[in-house]
């Protein structure tokens, strides 16, 4: 489709573009955006929560039910479904990644549906994935990538995987800084801290594989977060990344699998839209200033000064966080159903859904293009024509 000079690196068996398309959801990146992302040769990333909303017919399925187990089976027959439906609209090329947070509850189910549905990777954040190796030992086959933000939590992840003989096929390195939805710092105040920095991270983790005595080129490093243009990915580089990862300027793709309006809000949000808060998994987050937004941080401490543990506040039956402020009464974490926001922002509502989104500027400002100009971009440095 286009010519670029960087080589290539290599995931497991795969040959692949240096970019990493990141995992967003409820649905923002299903098996249309992953599937066109790895069509080009990159590696496209599927989001494994609540991929039901994408399926009428299991939608309708669900009715009004508030039975768990149906819910988690009909919302595992939807993740089969895309995985399947992306690597076909692939068509063998690049690779096809499911991104599984460690906060939520249904994980080790996601991971083992993944890989009997033939998802090439599997990305897991949000957590510690300490027991990744374990959930995925039937499946050698699949490449494994932590989510982390800073070499301690490196550190700790390869020395308990490496007593488990194996070590993460690549790393990706996310700065709280910059990135959107959840936010590798455990609490609002450490999202600047210098020690997340990229130059520091990679070259710290470079000593710390040293140390450990494994080749620097064993393990590939992806930072993601804030990457917007083509010199930012060849300063990574030239780090010693492998590749970088990018998100939301993945999410306004013509491609991507969320509403027109959710791209609108996305590509149209000032800076000073975009805010950090805390989320009901108990890690920061950033997202645009919508209207619902506005007014849950307005009455935010009100609230959290009346919670109190009630599942009823759930989505019927759902559970979908291991941990949730809402659901378990913890004051010092967000008060709201965090699925019920994201499948209004999937559908497009502005005025009660909650948009995830990176904090730096978007490469076509406002335009909404297909995945290919903007890989290409990435690759090459040349803008396509904007109207």
Not at 39 to 63: C, F, K, N, W, Y
Not at 77 to 85: N, T
Not at 238 to 262: C, I, K, R, S
Not at 347 to 373: C, M
Request: aromatic share 6%.
């Amino acid at each position: 489709m286009f010519r670029s000079d960087l080589p290539r690196w290599t995931l497991k068996t795969r040959r692949l573009l240096r970019i990493v398309q990141g995992g967003m959801g409820v649905g923002v990146s299903a098996h249309r955006l992953a599937g066109s992302v790895a069509r080009v040769g990159a590696m496209g990333t599927i989001s494994s929560v609540d991929l039901r909303h994408h399926h009428p017919d299991l939608i309708e399925q669900a009715g009004d039910t508030c039975d768990k187990d149906e819910i988690d089976r009909l919302n595992l027959i939807a993740l089969d479904r895309e995985v399947r439906q992306a690597l076909a609209l692939s068509a063998g090329e690049g690779a096809v990644a499911v991104n599984v947070m460690k906060a939520v509850e249904q994980q080790a189910a996601y991971v083992r549906q993944s890989c009997e549905s033939g998802a090439h990777a599997i990305v897991m954040g949000a957590g510690l994935p300490l027991d990744l190796p374990d959930m995925t030992r039937n499946f050698p086959e699949v490449a494994l990538i932590p989510i982390l933000s800073d070499v301690r939590g490196v550190n700790i992840v390869i020395k308990k995987w490496m007593r488990k003989n194996k070590l993460p096929d690549a790393i990706v390195i996310e700065h709280p800084r910059y990135a959107g939805g959840h936010l590798g710092a455990t609490r609002a105040e450490e999202i600047r801290d210098p020690r997340f920095d990229f130059e520091p991270v990679l070259e710290g983790i470079h000593a710390l594989l040293r140390q450990l005595g494994i080749e620097r080129e064993r393990i590939p490093l992806i930072p993601g977060g804030g990457i917007n243009t083509h010199e930012k990915l060849c300063a990574l580089l030239a780090l010693g990344a492998a590749a970088v990862q990018v998100g939301t300027p993945f999410a306004v793709t013509v491609e991507g699998d969320a509403h027109p309006n959710f791209k609108k809000v996305l590509a149209e949000a000032r800076p000073e839209d975009i805010v950090e808060f805390m989320s009901v998994a108990g890690l920061p987050a950033r997202a645009v200033l919508t209207p619902w937004l506005r007014n849950y941080l307005r009455r935010e401490k009100a609230l959290q000064s009346h919670a109190k543990a009630d599942p009823r506040r759930c989505v019927p039956g759902f559970n979908c966080l291991s941990v949730c402020g809402l659901r378990d009464g913890i004051a010092s974490i967000g008060q709201f159903c965090i699925d019920t926001r994201l499948v209004f922002a999937l559908q497009g509502d502005v005025k009660k859904g909650l948009f995830f989104r990176g904090s730096e500027s978007l490469p076509f400002g406002r335009a909404i293009r297909p995945v290919v100009e903007l890989i290409e971009y990435f690759l090459t440095g040349r803008m396509p024509a904007l109207a």
